[in-house]
């Protein structure tokens, strides 16, 4: 059991004896059984409820506590964290839309988008499951997010995607069989037709952050009017060299947005594990500058979001930080069982959610969006992908020694014999 | 010509560097108004302005990481890490971006830049400032690890580090940094890279080393010579890629190999100097490679520092064991 102790600086907490409870064998496997608090702490429900302010922030203790404060002391810092939504999951709009949603062209691009990110997962995850791609990442459920980021940027802009961000960079020009070839286990995918600039996808969580901050000095170095978009998990933010990334550009008023792809879910972490953080946005703060927080389902939010901190970016008034609050549908990747950790209730609930089926509302209310022109969509998106994964799998892969092509700009001497003879054992 | 000691060659090529391409830009924590912990950037804030030599804050992960965005967009970073023992967060920028950018984008995108670092023990420094873990950086493919041992190599080679277009390490040894001055003539002109520098030439021992031992090697190959042994020195100056051709030849030539450096004997850069004569000079050997390095320990605090690293006594010695090998 725990036990209730009285410090004698009249700290009054419990020490907690979470071992006692054993773990549950399930058909998942183990299975370990939250408790609630009091349980958690040995103790009773009526003094726990007496303790708890003692031992924990509860609101009505922060409060009480910015009430004491503001009386006695002075105040010398007050931060705010803004949200922004405006399509509800059924599609009806809550506030007035920015000036790109009326034209019904944008919002059908940017609808076809996100129809092709989700075919292209589908069919990417049946080539992994029957051996004809590697480890793959989809970006189920979070296709608002990458299409609104890269519908907001310029082609000279430069993105800064991490592994999970395919949505957004179809939108930046690259091919699907580029992205095929690159979790098919080839290199030559991330020399691809896109943005020339624009980073690969970054696989060690977050350590893309300072190259993003890098980019944008030398924007700023130029006086050139571009911007670095990069991309980060919620993971991704518990990290340091992000933090470090944002401190500096705020320090120098860097031109680089960075988006927060809040899914809730790193691998199997759930975001309050991951942080005690309010908001992701308010990370900014800490760095000297704005964060907001939008609705990551709801794709016209993000695009203004992302529209309205680029274009402060790119005239001089430094970073921004957007939290696209989304959720992620899918597994971490091919590799992961989320049902291994993730109840699939909490799935389904979220189902209900998703972007794509809310712009399809609100195109049906407002555009008089058809299922002619749905089942159009759909054809043409399942039809650009299986050509695309017909030019992948006729890619040959490279020459084995091809390896070392790139190695350096020229290849040193010392390892010309290697290189021979890795073609020489493979020829 | 002008004598400079080795950290003022470094900040005649710095700024050498900044006149002669606007691309370049140098930061760190405290080289701008304070010129470097070592002095090694002073003046350059005030001559080339705070956009192109800048204080960062305390972050080195981001110092690497800041070069490899710049470098990605066609800067030419020379970011400064105040002691090798502080290099450490910086080896996931260098392994996994900096070192692979041009190969994993094949070509696509490169990354021209410098991490500049102190090198190495002996000037008393508190504990983590007297670092030699060359070799952790020598075994990542993708990337270039330089080390000067003298004046006029340290302004040559850094030109030239900021020059190439992969990414380089270049490592500056502190121990040297003010022992000695040489004859450097600003002209701009860069050294080769990934080759080393035969510095004296022998028949009966190679002696090989980089960095501050330099210098103590060159000293035992001026006893040996008293006591009628000819010993070649090599200083391999780039240790990835390394020049294995200069070092096959001399020991073609003398027979007997001595590899000199402070770091830590095991999986040291010695070991792979040792272990290329094995595998393409046994038969011209007349007595095994000796390594004479620091031990496979801590480096210890100053109080024993000394005695950690390599003295010319220990050079000398090494050397007579494999002429009385095969005399």
Same mark, same amino acid.
């Given at each position: 059991?725990?036990?209730?102790?009285?410090?004698?600086?009249?700290?009054?907490?419990?020490?907690?004896?979470?071992?006692?409870?054993?773990?549950?064998?399930?058909?998942?496997?183990?299975?370990?059984?939250?408790?609630?608090?009091?349980?958690?702490?040995?103790?009773?429900?009526?003094?726990?409820?007496?303790?708890?302010?003692?031992?924990?922030?509860?609101?009505?203790?922060?409060?009480?506590?910015?009430?004491?404060?503001?009386?006695?002391?002075? @105040?010398?810092?007050?931060?705010?964290?803004?949200?922004?939504?405006?399509?509800?999951?059924?599609?009806?709009?809550?506030?007035?839309?920015?000036?790109?949603?009326?034209?019904?062209?944008?919002?059908?691009?940017?609808?076809?988008?996100?129809?092709?990110?989700?075919?292209?997962?589908?069919?990417? &995850?049946?080539?992994?499951?029957?051996?004809?791609?590697?480890?793959?990442?989809?970006?189920?459920?979070?296709?608002?997010?990458?299409?609104?980021?890269?519908?907001?940027?310029?082609?000279?802009?430069?993105?800064?995607?991490?592994?999970?961000?395919?949505?957004?960079?179809?939108?930046?020009?690259?091919?699907?069989?580029?992205?095929?070839?690159?979790?098919?286990?080839?290199?030559?995918?991330?020399?691809?037709?896109?943005?020339?600039?624009?980073?690969?996808?970054?696989?060690?969580?977050?350590?893309?952050?300072?190259?993003?901050?890098?980019?944008?000095?030398?924007?700023?170095?130029?006086?050139?009017?571009?911007?670095?978009?990069?991309?980060?998990?919620?993971?991704?933010?518990?990290?340091?060299?992000?933090?470090?990334?944002?401190?500096?550009?705020?320090?120098?008023?860097?031109? @680089?947005?960075?988006? &927060?792809?809040?899914?809730?879910?790193?691998?199997?972490?759930?975001?309050?594990?991951? +942080?005690?953080?309010?908001?992701?946005?308010?990370?900014?703060?800490?760095?000297?500058?704005?964060?907001?927080?939008?609705?990551?389902?709801?794709?016209?939010?993000?695009?203004?979001?992302?529209?309205?901190?680029?274009?402060?970016?790119? &005239?001089?008034?430094?970073?921004?930080?957007?939290?696209?609050?989304?959720?992620?549908?899918?597994?971490?990747?091919?590799?992961?069982?989320?049902?291994?950790?993730?109840?699939?209730?909490?799935?389904?609930?979220?189902?209900?959610?998703?972007?794509?089926?809310?712009?399809?509302?609100?195109? @049906?209310?407002?555009?008089?969006?058809?299922?002619?022109?749905?089942?159009?969509?759909?054809?043409?998106?399942?039809?650009? @992908?299986?050509?695309?994964?017909?030019?992948?799998?006729? +890619?040959?892969?490279?020459?084995?020694?091809?390896?070392?092509?790139?190695?350096?700009?020229?290849?040193?001497?010392?390892?010309?014999?290697?290189?021979?003879?890795?073609?020489?054992?493979?020829? | 010509?002008?004598?400079?000691?080795?950290?003022?060659?470094?900040? $005649?090529?710095?700024? *050498?560097?900044?006149?002669?391409?606007?691309?370049?830009?140098?930061?760190?924590?405290?080289?701008?108004?304070?010129?470097?912990?070592?002095?090694?950037?002073?003046?350059?804030?005030?001559?080339?302005?705070?956009?192109?030599?800048?204080?960062?804050?305390?972050?080195?992960?981001?110092?690497?990481?800041?070069?490899?965005?710049?470098?990605?967009?066609?800067?030419?970073?020379?970011? !400064?890490?105040?002691?090798?023992?502080? $290099?450490?967060?910086?080896?996931?920028?260098?392994?996994?971006?900096?070192?692979?950018?041009?190969?994993? =984008?094949?070509? *696509?995108?490169?990354?021209?830049?410098?991490?500049?670092?102190?090198?190495?023990?002996?000037?008393?420094?508190?504990?983590?400032?007297?670092?030699?873990?060359?070799?952790? $950086?020598?075994?990542?493919?993708?990337? *270039?690890?330089?080390?000067?041992?003298?004046?006029?190599?340290?302004?040559?080679?850094?030109?030239?580090?900021?020059?190439?277009?992969?990414?380089?390490?270049?490592?500056?040894?502190?121990?040297?940094? *003010?022992?000695?001055?040489?004859?450097?003539?600003?002209?701009?002109?860069?050294?080769?890279?990934?080759?080393?520098?035969?510095?004296?030439?022998?028949?009966?021992?190679?002696?090989?080393?980089?960095?501050?031992?330099?210098?103590?090697?060159?000293?035992?190959?001026?006893?040996? !010579?008293?006591?009628?042994?000819?010993?070649?020195?090599?200083?391999?100056?780039?240790?990835?890629?390394?020049? !294995?051709?200069?070092?096959?030849?001399?020991?073609?030539? =003398?027979?007997?190999?001595?590899?000199?450096?402070?770091?830590?004997?095991?999986?040291?850069?010695?070991?792979?100097?040792?272990? $290329?004569?094995?595998?393409?000079?046994?038969?011209?050997?007349?007595?095994?490679?000796?390594?004479?390095?620091?031990?496979?320990?801590?480096?210890?605090?100053?109080?024993? !520092?000394?005695?950690?690293?390599?003295?010319?006594?220990?050079?000398?010695?090494?050397?007579?064991?494999?002429?009385?090998?095969?005399?």
């Amino acid at each position: 059991m725990g036990a209730v102790i009285v410090r004698p600086d009249g700290f009054v907490g419990w020490r907690t004896q979470s071992s006692e409870t054993k773990p549950r064998e399930t058909l998942r496997g183990v299975y370990q059984r939250p408790l609630c608090k009091w349980r958690r702490a040995g103790i009773g429900r009526a003094t726990y409820s007496k303790l708890a302010p003692y031992v924990t922030l509860s609101r009505e203790t922060r409060r009480a506590r910015t009430k004491m404060a503001e009386k006695d002391l002075t @105040v010398i810092a007050k931060f705010m964290v803004c949200r922004r939504a405006y399509l509800a999951p059924d599609g009806q709009v809550s506030r007035d839309l920015p000036a790109f949603a009326s034209d019904k062209g944008v919002l059908i691009d940017m609808y076809r988008a996100m129809a092709l990110a989700r075919s292209f997962d589908l069919k990417a &995850v049946s080539l992994q499951r029957t051996g004809r791609l590697g480890t793959y990442a989809t970006s189920l459920g979070q296709e608002a997010v990458g299409v609104g980021i890269a519908s907001a940027m310029r082609l000279e802009d430069v993105l800064l995607p991490s592994y999970r961000d395919n949505a957004a960079l179809l939108l930046r020009g690259v091919k699907l069989e580029e992205i095929l070839l690159f979790w098919g286990g080839d290199e030559r995918g991330n020399h691809w037709s896109g943005a020339p600039h624009d980073f690969p996808f970054c696989i060690p969580v977050g350590s893309q952050a300072p190259h993003a901050a890098g980019v944008a000095y030398a924007f700023k170095y130029r006086k050139e009017a571009r911007v670095a978009v990069c991309i980060l998990g919620d993971g991704a933010t518990s990290k340091g060299d992000v933090f470090e990334a944002m401190n500096f550009a705020g320090v120098w008023k860097l031109p @680089v947005v960075f988006v &927060v792809n809040n899914n809730q879910w790193a691998i199997s972490v759930p975001l309050r594990r991951q +942080t005690a953080s309010q908001t992701l946005a308010q990370k900014a703060i800490a760095a000297g500058f704005s964060g907001e927080q939008v609705d990551g389902n709801d794709v016209i939010a993000v695009r203004a979001a992302v529209d309205n901190a680029m274009a402060m970016a790119r &005239v001089g008034e430094g970073p921004f930080l957007i939290e696209a609050v989304t959720y992620r549908l899918g597994d971490h990747t091919t590799a992961d069982d989320a049902s291994r950790y993730r109840p699939a209730d909490e799935v389904q609930e979220h189902w209900k959610e998703e972007p794509l089926a809310r712009l399809r509302a609100y195109l @049906v209310r407002c555009f008089n969006w058809n299922k002619m022109q749905e089942e159009e969509v759909t054809a043409e998106c399942n039809q650009r @992908v299986d050509a695309a994964i017909q030019r992948y799998l006729k +890619t040959a892969p490279r020459a084995p020694e091809a390896m070392f092509d790139h190695l350096y700009a020229e290849l040193p001497p010392i390892y010309a014999g290697q290189r021979k003879e890795v073609g020489d054992q493979n020829a | 010509m002008p004598e400079v000691t080795l950290v003022e060659a470094i900040n $005649l090529a710095l700024a *050498r560097a900044l006149t002669d391409d606007s691309s370049v830009v140098v930061f760190g924590e405290d080289v701008g108004v304070n010129g470097g912990v070592f002095r090694a950037t002073v003046g350059l804030q005030q001559r080339f302005g705070i956009d192109r030599v800048f204080d960062t804050p305390l972050s080195e992960a981001l110092i690497a990481g800041l070069c490899v965005g710049m470098a990605a967009q066609g800067l030419r970073p020379v970011g !400064e890490i105040q002691f090798m023992g502080f $290099l450490y967060p910086c080896i996931d920028q260098l392994v996994n971006h900096a070192s692979r950018l041009r190969n994993r =984008t094949q070509g *696509r995108l490169s990354c021209p830049m410098v991490l500049r670092t102190p090198h190495g023990a002996g000037i008393r420094a508190p504990e983590h400032h007297s670092e030699a873990t060359e070799a952790m $950086l020598a075994h990542i493919p993708g990337l *270039r690890v330089v080390i000067p041992s003298a004046p006029e190599r340290a302004y040559g080679l850094l030109l030239a580090a900021i020059r190439d277009p992969d990414p380089v390490v270049y490592l500056e040894p502190t121990r040297i940094y *003010r022992a000695f001055k040489n004859e450097v003539e600003d002209t701009g002109e860069a050294l080769p890279l990934d080759v080393a520098f035969l510095l004296r030439e022998g028949r009966d021992v190679t002696l090989i080393s980089w960095g501050a031992m330099v210098k103590d090697t060159l000293e035992a190959a001026e006893q040996l !010579e008293a006591d009628g042994i000819s010993a070649e020195v090599i200083d391999l100056a780039t240790l990835r890629p390394y020049d !294995e051709r200069t070092v096959l030849e001399s020991v073609a030539k =003398t027979g007997r190999c001595v590899v000199v450096h402070e770091a830590a004997r095991t999986g040291g850069f010695g070991a792979e100097i040792a272990a $290329l004569v094995a595998e393409r000079a046994l038969l011209s050997l007349l007595a095994p490679v000796i390594r004479v390095t620091g031990y496979d320990t801590i480096i210890p605090l100053p109080r024993l !520092e000394r005695q950690y690293m390599p003295s010319v006594e220990r050079i000398v010695a090494a050397a007579r064991k494999t002429w009385k090998f095969a005399a």
